[in-house]
């Protein structure tokens, strides 16, 4: 009996000893990032460069100048329903550039799933530095409205541009060399599906750099572990809009995350029409209005 209560024993501590290192192996992997420790830095035209040849851009068929939307992913790369997002903008007379962040990084589906999703790679800050530098080199494309200029983002890409909006001279994206805030052309407003809003969102801790009018649209049923619980995102957006309201948000009835994907994601993930609908007209009411309206 003494033996077998020794092996436990000793099982025991082994099994805690293995979880102790793999917690602490990731949290300094997540930490180390934020003080660019980890992350090759390089300059933004390079970064954009890197960038740009994964970039899906669609435009309407006519026209010479057109608002744009520049659109950033989840965690998982881009899937197909952004593309259906795209087809929608262009409809409406509206161009996009959705902005791959995993594959010209040599990242799988898979990789990103167990990667970015864990929160072990390309973290926020990190990838903050892909948006500045596609921002920093926008001059490249003659056919942008530069007066009505939109960022969007789905979950990681969503979480990745509240980042952004903290960034400054004295917090910048932990992979670029030269980031200037002042290169930054002005955002008319941002767009937010079910972002993750809690732990290491950096809009926990600092201020935004404008406060600009964003749209975000939250899942009550979200069962996306702990990342986009949207309580944490309502609990902070009331903080920020205490002394000037600047974010809309609304909590999607039925709805789970990744609600706008008419295509199969993963079990538990359900297509939710109606909500994706309310989206689109609340979306393009914002894009032709100069800015968020709660009505």
């Not at 000793?10 to 192996?25: A, E, H, P």
């Not at 973290?123 to 892909?130: I, K």
Request: charged fraction near 20%; hydrophobic fraction near 40%.
């Amino acid at each position: 009996m003494m033996f077998i209560l020794r092996i436990a024993k000793l099982f025991f501590i082994i099994l805690f000893s293995l979880i102790f290192l793999i917690i602490g192996n990731y949290f300094s992997k997540v930490f180390a990032g934020y003080y660019r420790l980890n992350v090759e830095q390089v300059y933004s035209s390079d970064h954009f460069n890197f960038l740009k040849p994964h970039f899906e851009i669609v435009k309407p068929s006519s026209g010479k100048k057109f608002p744009t939307v520049i659109m950033f992913h989840a965690c998982g790369g881009p899937y197909p329903y952004l593309d259906s997002w795209q087809k929608f903008f262009s409809d409406s007379g509206i161009a996009s550039i959705q902005v791959d962040s995993t594959g010209p990084r040599g990242m799988n589906r898979r990789t990103a799933i167990r990667t970015v999703c864990s929160g072990f790679d390309l973290q926020g800050q990190e990838r903050a530095g892909d948006v500045y530098s596609v921002l920093a080199n926008l001059d490249q494309f003659s056919w942008i409205d530069n007066d009505n200029l939109f960022l969007a983002g789905w979950s990681h890409g969503a979480y990745t541009l509240m980042d952004f909006m903290t960034m400054k001279d004295d917090l910048i994206p932990s992979n670029i060399i030269d980031f200037d805030q002042n290169a930054i052309p002005k955002i008319k407003g941002k767009i937010n599906f079910y972002p993750h809003c809690g732990i290491l969102n950096l809009s926990q801790k600092f201020k935004w750099r404008e406060k600009t009018p964003s749209l975000v649209f939250l899942a009550d049923q979200d069962g996306f572990g702990l990342a986009t619980q949207p309580s944490d995102c309502i609990e902070l957006f009331e903080s920020m809009n205490k002394n000037e309201k600047h974010i809309d948000y609304y909590l999607m009835e039925n709805s789970t995350h990744v609600f706008d994907s008419e295509q199969y994601i993963r079990r538990g993930i359900v297509y939710n029409k109606e909500a994706t609908d309310f989206a689109k007209n609340k979306i393009i009411s914002f894009i032709k209005s100069s800015g968020s309206q709660d009505d």
